[in-house]
Structure formats: C-alpha cells, structure tokens
C-alpha cells in the first residue's frame, strides 16, 4: 500500500512536469513565424532591443537638431558681434568714426565708383563738406568736387574727389594725429600743399597717360607745422636725422592704408620736395 502511494506521488509530479513543458511548447508554436520573434528568447529581451532601437533611431534624429541649434547660436552670436564691431561688418555702413578694421579697406575702394554714396559717407560721420558744382573740359572736367571744410590745409583749402577727402579725413585721424603727438607731443595745426587740380599728363609730357590732377583726384604735400610752431619740411627734412625725419616716414607709411598711390622723396627725384598721395581705381597702388 505505502509503496502504491510512493509511486503515484512520483507519477503526479513527472506528469506535471511534462504538462508544464507541454505548454511552454505549445506557446512556442503559437507564435507566427512571421513575427520575428525568436521563440527561444524571452518577451523581456525583445523589449529591451526594440528600446534600444528606438533610443538610436531618435539619438541620430537629435543630433541633427543640435547641429542646427549650435549653427543658429554661431550666426545670431556672429551677428551680435558685427553689430558691436561695424568696422569688420562688409555689410555694415561706412563711418569714419568708427576704428579701422577688416572691412575698411574694401569699403573705401568701393567709394571710388559711387559719389552719392561717399558723400554720405561724410555726412554719416559728422564731417563737414561742401559739394561744388562740376567744372573743366574734355580730360580735365571735374564731376566731383569735394572741399572739406574743416581741414588743416594751406595756404587754401582746394576741392578734390570725395574718395580722396575720405582717406585724408582717415589719414589725419589714425596716422596724422597720433605721429604728432608720438615724436613730438603736439597736434597738427597746418598742412601745407603744392595743389590738387593740375590740367596735365604725367610729369607734364604731351602725350600718355593722365595725371591723377587732371580731376583733382591727388594732392601733394610739402610740409606741416604743429600746435607748438614746429615745422616739418619734407625737402629739407627727409634726409636728415632724428625726431624730423622718423615723423616724416611715419605718416607717409601710414598713409598707404588709405591712398591708392603714395609717393615720396623716396620714389624719384620729382617728389623730392613732397609727398603725392592718390586714389587711382587701381586696387593696389604704388608704396614708396
């Protein structure tokens, strides 16, 4: 009897077994087999690689996202600092009260070609002109004619184009005044000139190329004198020695940031007593 009851325990608990891995089977074939599932995983893994497959697919949408959200802070910061800087911005008006910068240069060329534009290019900065009626004939005629009202010049104050009254108000200001009050701790009281307005060829041949004078886009200066009554000559001081001469290189090479041409006793013998400054259409002009 107690043997009888021994063997059907042990039967109740195979046939329970094999029931349970009968079911596990047949949960297993209910599984379509288009549903590319393995029937031998786990629905936990399966959740777990389809998280996975999710965060990846968003992660690389994201990264897209971040792209654009850091170009747009570079271009909104960029612009923040053009609108601080004007002088680098190519876009932003020219004002000869702000500081030299990148975009100078190009914005001063671009003046040569477009009058109405350098003139308000004056009056943006506060720079007191007057804009003559145009005057001469042939080669010669003059359709702008700027005078800057308030500049050093003497004996007289002669009309030129207003590209050139641009960079001498420039000139004066980031290299004039600051190599005065450098070398000798005065400011500029006088300019002295040979002229602006001169009907010729170049050097005064009959024939060939036209001087910049010939439409008064050029002027030559001879010397300056300062607040203190010192006077700078360059014939008479290009040569010699000291404080005379160094202000004397100082201001013409400063002079070749602006100017398109800057000539000087260095050049030739025929600007041995001055230093012509021009704003020819070339890009880049002669240095010397």
Not at 16 to 35: G, N, Q, W
Not at 174 to 197: C, N, Q
């Amino acid at each position: 009897m107690a043997l009888h009851r021994r063997w059907q325990a042990t039967g109740d608990i195979h046939g329970a077994c094999c029931d349970a891995k009968l079911d596990r089977s047949r949960h297993r074939d209910r599984i379509h087999p288009d549903s590319g599932r393995d029937p031998g995983r786990s629905d936990g893994y399966e959740d777990l690689n389809l998280g996975i497959s999710r965060h990846i697919g968003k992660f690389a949408g994201d990264r897209r996202v971040l792209a654009l959200l850091l170009l747009a802070a570079l271009f909104i910061a960029g612009r923040s600092w053009l609108a601080a800087h004007p002088e680098h911005d190519p876009w932003a008006p020219l004002n000869l009260s702000d500081p030299p910068g990148w975009a100078t240069q190009a914005k001063l060329q671009a003046l040569r070609s477009d009058i109405p534009q350098c003139r308000a290019v004056l009056q943006r900065s506060e720079v007191a002109f007057s804009a003559l009626e145009p005057a001469g004939e042939g080669d010669c005629r003059r359709t702008d004619r700027t005078r800057l009202d308030a500049y050093p010049l003497v004996p007289d104050t002669p009309p030129t184009t207003c590209p050139m009254a641009v960079a001498l108000q420039i000139w004066k200001r980031d290299t004039l005044e600051p190599a005065a009050r450098e070398v000798f701790g005065s400011g500029i009281a006088r300019i002295e000139h040979l002229g602006a307005y001169s009907c010729r060829r170049l050097y005064g041949r009959d024939e060939g190329p036209w001087s910049e004078h010939a439409t008064a886009n050029a002027l030559d200066i001879a010397g300056f004198v300062l607040d203190d009554g010192t006077r700078i000559n360059v014939l008479s001081d290009w040569l010699a020695e000291g404080d005379k001469a160094r202000f004397l290189r100082r201001v013409r090479d400063g002079a070749c940031d602006g100017f398109a041409t800057v000539l000087s006793p260095d050049y030739n013998s025929a600007h041995a007593d001055h230093f012509h400054f021009d704003m020819s259409d070339r890009w880049r002009g002669t240095c010397r």
